[in-house]
Nanobody
């Protein structure tokens, strides 16, 4: 059974940092691309950052490039999203996804991945 378990969300002031974790199990990790999506109140789901588990290829949406870093620890089957210089507009529920599509930019481009975690809330106060 595929499982994606997110952790690390919380409340932070603007300009602060948070690190999200996604612990994955139940599938062959090197065959998958892992991504972080987010959904703000009243908005659709947006791909934030995606990484190919096997070779570390990454993709970032423009609004977070330079502030967020996605990385993977293959030994722990965990993907991280380090977020710096957080802004109020980063407030959202953040979801971890797993997808068989090879290219990270394609996974991040549309919210229709095979597997989703339960989400973790990130709130940035101004």
């Amino acid at each position: 059974e595929v499982q994606l378990v997110e952790s690390g969300g919380g409340l932070v002031q603007a300009g602060g940092s948070l690190r999200l974790s996604c612990a994955a199990s139940g599938f062959t990790f090197t065959d998958y691309t892992i991504g972080w999506f987010r959904q703000a109140p009243g908005k659709g789901r947006e791909g934030v950052a995606c990484i190919r588990f096997g070779d570390g290829t990454t993709y970032y949406t423009d609004s977070v490039r330079g502030r967020f870093t996605i990385s993977s620890d293959n030994a722990k089957n965990t993907v991280y999203l380090q977020m710096h210089s957080l802004k109020p507009e980063d407030t959202a529920i953040y979801y971890c996804v797993a997808d068989r599509i090879y290219y990270p930019w394609r996974v991040c481009a549309r919210p229709s991945s095979d597997y989703w975690g339960q989400g973790t809330q990130v709130t940035v106060s101004s």
